[in-house]
């Protein structure tokens, strides 16, 4: 990521992330592609490490990503002898929340199943919810006719991918925007904010915060740019 310009990031659709990244690994036809693969989206057993230890294994594109990390997860022994994957960590678990859900492809066809979990701090049934969330995809075998069919569909199971992310409660990283009260009428600036007031013309007030501008809604209710 550090030699990538300003504003770039790994954010792949859904659909790009079965279709391609999660198909071709199962497929495993292409030893170059998996190689290419795996340095962005690495293989881990994210059930061994607790979700705050895992953005340290992500590699290349998503290294230095501050919001979301994207895993391979393989199958686990216990899955592979017919029993229910582990998702305890040593100081929680992973708890699957709401019903699994469809992904599908650009013609809406079913391609994938999707399911979200919650991470918690302790043992079941005393758990703390954290705000650490995972999105688990697995790749439907063939084709699956309808997303309304009785029959649920047949899953790979060899690898499945997640997306690790951290629930935010502010805006998000591309959606800055200048604190709470900057752009209303009216309002003094708070006396904690060390801005600096510049310019005054008849309609607003300009505000130089560090390496921003911000100015007040003039009185026609326009905005007034900065240059």
Not at 72 to 89: D, H, N, V, Y
Not at 191 to 199: K, R, V
Request: a neutral charge; aromatic letters at 14%; proline letters at 8%.
């Amino acid at each position: 990521m550090e030699d990538m310009p300003p504003g770039f990031r790994f954010y792949p659709t859904e659909e790009e992330l079965v279709s391609f990244y999660l198909h071709n690994k199962l497929e495993a036809n292409r030893g170059d592609l998996n190689d290419v693969m795996n340095r962005v989206i690495p293989v881990v057993d994210v059930y061994d490490y607790n979700p705050w230890d895992l953005p340290q294994f992500s590699v290349y594109l998503c290294h230095n990503d501050p919001e979301q990390w994207f895993f391979f997860i393989p199958r686990q022994e216990s899955e592979a002898r017919g029993g229910r994957p582990k998702r305890l960590t040593t100081c929680g678990y992973w708890k699957a929340t709401g019903s699994p859900g469809y992904v599908y492809s650009f013609n809406s066809r079913p391609i994938g199943v999707k399911r979200t979990m919650v991470f918690y701090n302790g043992r079941a049934p005393n758990g703390k919810k954290t705000d650490w969330k995972m999105n688990e995809y697995k790749a439907i075998q063939g084709q699956a006719s309808s997303a309304n069919g009785t029959a649920p569909p047949t899953l790979r199971q060899e690898f499945s991918l997640c997306r690790i992310y951290k629930k935010s409660k502010c805006l998000r990283s591309f959606d800055r925007r200048p604190p709470p009260g900057i752009l209303k009428i009216g309002e003094s600036i708070p006396i904690n904010q060390t801005f600096q007031t510049g310019e005054k013309d008849d309609s607003s007030t300009m505000i130089d915060a560090g390496d921003h501008q911000y100015s007040f809604w003039d009185v026609d209710g326009f905005w007034n740019p900065v240059d």
